[in-house]
Each structure stands twice: as structure tokens, then as C-alpha cells.
Nanobody
Framework: VQLVESGGGLVQPGGSLRLSCAAS????????MRWYRQAPGKEREWVAH??????????YYVDSVKGRFTISRDNAKNTVYLQMNSLKPEDTAVYFC?????????WGQGTQVTVSS
């Protein structure tokens, strides 16, 4: 199983980025997908969740990103996305993709997002 994140980078406050996570080696549509982030010196934090096809693709967000971030998935492409708008300096972190289903739990290597002027 492999999860590969991409799309991170440096952006000014108020800007946007779209992260992607391409999955391989698993039945992607069966898996719930999540984005987490970890800022320097802080614990890893859950950011967003999208349910599997069986869960009707329901979405959930941590309060700090509601209205600014949108998680989505394309089961045909085995890819989950995180559209991030109105970015703030406090969104700076390494963002990780996570796939879980039953006892299976997989992580990507992370992509750096830096919000700074």
C-alpha cells in the first residue's frame, strides 16, 4: 500500500492550495480517508474526514478549518483531495494523508504547507 501526497508549498496568507493524495495497493473506495497535519513542536492533528463509498462520502472537519477547507475524493482515480482556501499562518504544517478501514491503517509521507508573507 502506498499513499503519496503532493501539492504543498509556500503561499501567502489568504491564498489557496490543493493537496492531493494518490493511493495504490488497496481497494480505495472501501477506505475512509483523512487529512492530518503536524506543526513544529505540536502533536499531529486531525483536519478532515471523508467516508468510504459505503458511508456515502460524508465529510467532517475540525472547527478551525470549517468553511475554508474542503475534502473530496475521486474513487476512479484512487485520489483524495484537500482544497484549502483563505489560508492562515497557523495552517503551516506538514499535511498527512491517512486511509483506514477495519484494522487497516495507512499513512503517507506528508507534504509541507507554509503560509507566510
Amino acid at each position: 500500500v502506498q499513499l503519496v501526497e503532493s501539492g504543498g508549498g509556500l503561499v501567502q496568507p489568504g491564498g489557496s492550495l490543493r493537496l492531493s493524495c494518490a493511493a495504490s495497493g488497496l481497494s480505495f473506495s472501501n477506505y475512509h480517508m483523512r487529512w492530518y497535519r503536524q506543526a513544529p513542536g505540536k502533536e499531529r492533528e486531525w483536519v478532515a474526514h471523508i467516508s468510504s463509498a459505503a458511508g456515502a462520502g460524508s465529510t467532517y472537519y475540525v472547527d478551525s478549518v470549517k468553511g475554508r477547507f474542503t475534502i473530496s475524493r475521486d474513487n476512479a482515480k484512487n485520489t483524495v483531495y484537500l482544497q484549502m482556501n483563505s489560508l492562515k499562518p497557523e495552517d503551516t504544517a506538514v499535511y498527512f494523508c491517512n486511509a483506514f478501514y477495519s484494522v487497516n491503517n495507512y499513512w503517507g509521507q506528508g507534504t509541507q504547507v507554509t503560509v507566510s508573507s
